[in-house]
């Protein structure tokens, strides 16, 4: 079964410490992967996927074949990084837009 | 920039009322979709169409329909209210692209409907 687990419902840190958001995948083709972000008060929206092999607003993804992960990461968490994520997943040759989401992580970076 | 709006942010009926929750985009996009976005357990997709006049279940389609009459416009009918359909709900869509390398996958989300059913 396609799946998306992210283990954390809540992550705190304080401001400037790393930051990594754990998402884990079950699928058995290729996926695309994603990381949409949600700020409070405002619309869930695209932070990054891992085809673009970007880093948007400081945070990086690698995707992990082998341990089926799509971790989060960010050297030095900002205030303004509160918010909550999702991960989620495209399956390939799947009709475009039907992601499978996480059950999210809540980011908390206190000052 | 790609909107995605819904009509009600925020609504209260009760049991066994008929709910109507528009999603208009104007972007011409093909696909459209319903999301149900409850704590602890992320975004469940409960019907999403990739045409005019069609529709498609989702994974929790149970207590809903879908109407998607004209290109832009996608409602998800509530036929009667229960109280386990509290949540928020968020229309997104996306271009078309089935089987397309090129389609990057990317949903736009509307800011969302709170509904609360009593």
């Known amino acids: 079964a396609q799946r998306v687990t992210q283990p954390e419902k809540l992550l705190s840190v304080f401001k400037g410490a790393p930051v990594e958001l754990k998402c884990n995948y079950s699928?058995?083709?290729?996926?695309?992967l994603f990381w949409y972000v949600q700020y409070s008060r405002q619309r869930l929206q695209l932070l990054l996927r891992?085809?673009s092999r970007e880093s948007i607003k400081g945070f990086t993804a690698d995707l992990n074949k082998g341990e089926t992960s799509f971790h989060l990461k960010k050297p030095f968490a900002q205030e303004e990084d509160s918010a909550m994520y999702y991960c989620?997943?495209?399956?390939?040759?799947?009709?475009?837009?039907?992601?499978?989401f996480g059950q999210g992580t809540e980011l908390s970076v206190k000052p | 920039d790609v909107k995605v709006t819904q009509s009600s942010r925020y609504l209260v009926k009760r049991t066994g009322e008929k709910v109507f929750l528009e999603c208009v985009q104007d972007?011409?996009?093909?696909?459209m979709f319903w999301y149900r976005q409850d704590p602890g357990l992320g975004l469940r997709l409960i019907y999403f169409?990739?045409?005019?006049?069609?529709?498609e279940k989702g994974d929790i389609p149970e207590g809903y329909s879908v109407s998607r009459e004209k290109k832009e416009r996608f409602s998800l009918i509530l036929e009667s209210a229960s109280t386990n359909q509290t949540s928020m709900y968020l229309c997104?869509?996306?271009?078309?692209?089935?089987?397309?390398?090129?389609?990057?996958?990317?949903?736009?989300f509307g800011e969302g409907s709170r509904l609360t059913v009593l």
């Open positions: 699928y058995s083709g290729s996926p695309e």
């Open positions: 997104a869509s996306t271009l078309s692209g089935t089987g397309d390398p090129g389609n990057t996958g990317e949903l736009f």
């Open positions: 989620a997943l495209c399956p390939l040759y799947n009709q475009g837009g039907k992601l499978i």
């Open positions: 891992h085809i």
């Open positions: 972007m011409d996009h093909e696909n």
């Open positions: 169409s990739y045409d005019v006049k069609m529709k």
